[in-house]
């Protein structure tokens, strides 16, 4: 099977639990940074501000979803996040 050159392809490749998981997380990531563009990278789904910057990617499985922050990212977030371990 090829590898998916677009987040559609990627998502379309599941079903079930998994699908309606990477299908939320998109919404969301298009409400919170409607600016932000979609790309592959490194074979997942990813957001990329207009600066070039990749600010997260997403993988699917079976069940579930994980998301995934660059350190550029959490950086800009370090005073909200000071309470949490990252």
């Given at each position: 099977m090829a590898r998916p050159?677009?987040?559609?392809?990627?998502?379309?490749g599941f079903t079930g639990p998994g699908r309606e998981l990477l299908e939320q997380l998109r919404a969301l990531a298009h409400e919170?940074?409607?600016e932000a563009s979609e790309a592959i990278k490194w074979g997942y789904p990813a957001w990329v501000?207009?600066?070039?910057?990749i600010?997260?990617?997403v993988s699917?499985?079976?069940r579930h979803a994980s998301v995934a922050f660059t350190p550029s990212t959490r950086e800009g977030f370090d005073a909200q996040l000071a309470g949490f371990a990252t």
């Open positions: 050159q677009t987040v559609d392809e990627y998502i379309d919170a940074v409607p501000h207009p600066s070039g910057t600010l997260f990617m699917g499985h079976a």
